[in-house]
């Protein structure tokens, strides 16, 4: 995620569903206690924290 900067508004989307989908998918598993990394979900929330700034950064009203 460190060349978030050189993405294009398009890539950071699709990032951005594959980031939510993949924190979702990480809850459920909490739920049913599958899951062995439970930093996981922090680094994952941390993600989408630094998609949705960058897009907001280059467009306010996206």
């Keep these: 995620m460190k ?4 993405k294009t508004p398009k890539d950071l989307l699709k ?3 594959e980031k939510r989908l993949a ?3 990480f809850r459920f598993s909490m ?7 439970i930093k ?3 680094n994952l929330r941390k993600e989408i924290a630094k998609i949705l700034t960058e897009l907001s950064v280059r467009h306010p009203l996206l």
């Design 23 to 25: 924190l979702k998918n």
């Design 31 to 37: 739920s049913g206690s599958k899951a062995k990394n």
């Design 15 to 17: 990032a951005l569903s």
């Design 40 to 42: 996981e979900g922090k």
């Design 3 to 6: 060349d978030i900067s050189n």
